[in-house]
């Protein structure tokens, strides 16, 4: 199993679920979350100056099948991209073992 971790911009997050809900991706956590990224120059939007040193983003956690983590990040980059300074991350990692609480079921049970 495979966690993937995104983190993305807030006004993409609709269209990134509704994109994960497509491939089958039905289960994920997210929160709002605040970054500092490499970009320290102020931007200008409609006439009005910001800083992006404290950047407003939300960041999802999604455990997945290794067989169906590239899939999923694959869709993940194609939906949050932009082409702007802030589009965001994205980390994978190896998941040992899961369980449902309630069931008491793990592995890929654990999280299907």
Known sequence: MK???A???KSKFDEV???LHQIEVNFFSYWDVTGVGNEKQGHVYRGISYSTTDIQRRYLTIVVSDDYAQK???KILETAYSGNVG???IFVSDVIEAYR???KESGLAGIN
């Open 17 to 19: 679920k509704e994109a």
């Open 72 to 74: 999923t990040v694959d």
């Open 101 to 103: 609480i309630r069931t």
């Open 7 to 9: 983190i993305i911009r």
């Open 3 to 5: 966690k993937i971790e």
């Open 87 to 89: 589009d965001g991350k």
